[in-house]
């Protein structure tokens, strides 16, 4: 799923959480790619704290790919890349589910991630393209 704009305390921030809570009932792979992302607020950094906890709870397994110089250094800051795995490419990301024997946080086997089937919607000013 591409990300674009602000993951910002409001709008952003829920509609991310309603967005990917949604893909968690479909998906045991999630790739967040911040490329796009612009800022990142305490409530951006609470909702992807939140996500991956959501994510871990039901299996599934979410990693992110592309951040730009903002979004990487508040990771490094809140030390969220100790949470999750963070690639240079969403090729890399995507590779990284195929060759990790790909099992899920509860080690159960899980399929690779499909990459023929692209979503495209605005949610509250966060432009999300997601992988089905």
């Not at 790739?31 to 609470?46: F, H, K, P, Q």
């Amino acid at each position: 799923m591409r990300l674009r704009g602000a993951i910002l305390f409001g709008k952003e921030s829920a509609s991310l959480r309603a967005f990917v809570k949604e893909l968690l009932s479909k998906a045991r792979q999630i790739v967040l790619d911040l490329t796009d992302v612009t800022r990142i607020d305490s409530a951006g950094v609470g909702t992807l704290v939140g996500l991956f906890v959501s994510a871990r709870n039901v299996g599934t397994v979410i990693k992110l790919s592309n951040p730009g110089n903002h979004a990487n250094e508040i990771l490094r800051i809140t030390r969220l890349v100790t949470v999750s795995e963070i690639f240079s490419t969403t090729e890399e990301t995507i590779a990284s589910f195929t060759l990790s024997a790909t099992r899920d946080s509860l080690g159960r086997r899980v399929s690779p991630l499909r990459t023929d089937a692209v979503q495209y919607s605005k949610v509250a000013g966060v432009l999300l393209d997601s992988q089905d």
